[in-house]
């Protein structure tokens, strides 16, 4: 007895398509500084019995509804869910240091927040990306750049973060000879995007920016490591 044939005729799935569409729906596209001193907690597979906490940065609404939580991660502010790396650590919840209560979900308040502040600032599509939000830094977060050939890698303080329209997040650094007041402040003529002049941008807490720049050996070493690699490509 043969196969009845189907009478819904076939049909060619674009997955690159769909994945596309997947994709659109994570980026972000709000976002809230975390001031309360919220904490994101992690663990180090090659330290079983120890976890860390890492203060949040800020909180992230995506198109698809979900709020994430966002860290300084490497070469991006990451949402904290996406941490899942055996070697750099793994996303463990979110804490709150003060209460020491531990927590899988973002708090009511930053989500409320989150989408009264998307339904009021509602922008329209455009087919380039255009900016969307601004935010200050907050914790004194650094960036190790890295450019082409043998230049130096560079120190620099972070003042705030960009939030562009295809969800792209910028840090904002300052090109010092274009500094003509201080405190520098968002708006500045003298900030501009991190990967719009360096090919590489590493992201550093203030304590560990403090290391490398009283040349702490153990903090050099790791830091050789991890800049090795990225000139062996060149």
């Known amino acids: 007895m043969g196969i009845p044939l189907s009478p819904r005729p076939a049909q060619v799935i674009d997955l690159d398509a769909m994945r596309q569409r997947q994709q659109a729906r994570k980026r972000l596209i709000r976002l809230a500084p975390e001031l309360d001193g919220l904490e994101m907690v992690y663990h180090l597979p090659d330290e079983s019995d120890a976890y860390f906490g890492m203060p949040l940065l800020a909180w992230g609404l995506r198109e698809d509804g979900e709020v994430v ?38 708090p009511d308040h930053k ?66 000879h274009l500094v003509d007041s201080t405190p520098i ?21 203030r304590q560990i920016a403090n290391r490398i720049r009283r040349e702490d050996p ?7 490591l991890m800049v090795m690699p990225e000139s062996s490509e060149d």
């Not at 991660?73 to 793994?90: I, Y």
């Open 69 to 106: 939580g966002l860290v300084p991660w490497m070469e991006h502010l990451t949402p904290c869910q996406v941490l899942d790396d055996p070697e750099h650590g793994r996303f463990i919840g979110y804490r709150d240091p003060e209460t020491e209560e531990l927590f899988e979900l973002p």
């Open 111 to 176: 989500v409320m927040e989150l989408e009264q502040a998307a339904a009021y600032f509602e922008y329209e599509t455009t087919d380039e990306p255009t900016l969307i939000q601004q935010l200050p830094d907050t914790q004194g977060t650094h960036a190790l750049c890295m450019d082409e050939g043998d230049a130096p890698w560079q120190l620099k303080q972070i003042f705030g973060w960009r939030l562009y329209s295809d969800g792209a997040v910028e840090a904002l650094l300052a090109d010092e």
């Open 185 to 205: 402040l968002l708006g500045d003529a003298c900030l501009y995007p991190g990967h719009s002049r360096h090919r590489v941008v590493y992201f550093f807490q």
């Open 218 to 224: 153990a903090t050099l070493e790791a830091l050789a």
